[in-house]
Antibody, heavy 116, light 107 residues
Framework: EVQLLESGGGLVQPGGSPRLSCAAS????????MNWVRQAPGKGLEWVSG????????YYADSVKGRFTISRDNSKDTLYLQMNNLRAEDTAVYYC?????????WGQGTLVTVSS | DIQMTQSPSSLSASVGDRVTITCRAS??????LAWYQQKPGTAPKRLIY???SLQRGVPSRFSGGGSGTEFTLTISSLQPEDFATYYC?????????FGPGTKVDIK
């Protein structure tokens, strides 16, 4: 069974730099491109970032380009999202999902709240 | 970037009703569109990809159609467990973009 477990969320001050993690199990992590998708409270889904199987290719939404960095450690079956210079509008539940350009299995999400 | 719109934004329907949701892309995306279902407090679930391919395990009352810029998700006979919010996603090019969602609730 595919399992994706996000962590690293919480209350962050504006301008903060948390790193989210997503621990994967139940599938061959290194064979799958991965994504981060977020959802602000009461709002719709927003794709944030994607990464290829090897990590050599990365993709970003315009809203986070230059502030967020996606990466992966295939030896640890873990996906990361380094978030810098956070703003109030980055407040959201952050989901990781496998499946490349068509996110398939999703984690339960981790809430990031940006507030002073 | 490709912009996605959905209509209606919400609808009220009864069990057994046929429901159709429309998704439009700002430019042609061939058949590279997926549909997701999300219930409150849970992660989205993929229903359909490549416009009309049903995800394994998804009931056959769900169907998708369309190509180019206009797409539909149809639920042939609405069941109690289908009350949820539905999102389209274009998977033609990065950045991936979701539609704003259609909330289906009980009439």
């Amino acid at each position: 069974e595919v399992q994706l477990l996000e962590s690293g969320g919480g209350l962050v001050q504006p301008g903060g730099s948390p790193r989210l993690s997503c621990a994967a199990s139940g599938f061959t992590f290194s064979n799958y491109p991965m994504n981060w998708v977020r959802q602000a409270p009461g709002k719709g889904l927003e794709w944030v970032s994607g990464i290829s199987e090897s990590g050599s290719s990365t993709y970003y939404a315009d809203s986070v380009k230059g502030r967020f960095t996606i990466s992966r450690d295939n030896s640890k079956d873990t996906l990361y999202l380094q978030m810098n210079n956070l703003r109030a509008e980055d407040t959201a539940v952050y989901y990781c999902a496998n499946g490349g350009m068509i996110p398939d299995s999703w984690g339960q999400g981790t809430l990031v709240t940006v507030s002073s | 970037d490709i912009q996605m719109t959905q209509s209606p934004s919400s609808l009220s329907a009864s069990v057994g009703d046929r429901v159709t949701i429309t998704c439009r892309a700002s430019q042609g995306i061939r058949s590279l569109l997926a549909w997701y279902q999300q219930k409150p407090g849970t992660a989205p679930k993929r229903l359909i990809y490549d416009a009309s391919s049903l995800q394994r395990g998804v009931p056959s009352r769900f169907s998708g159609g369309g190509s180019g810029t206009e797409f539909t998700l149809t639920i042939s006979s609405l069941q109690p467990e289908d009350f949820a919010t539905y999102y389209c996603l274009q998977h033609n090019s990065y950045p991936l973009t979701f539609g704003p969602g259609t909330k289906v609730d009980i009439k």
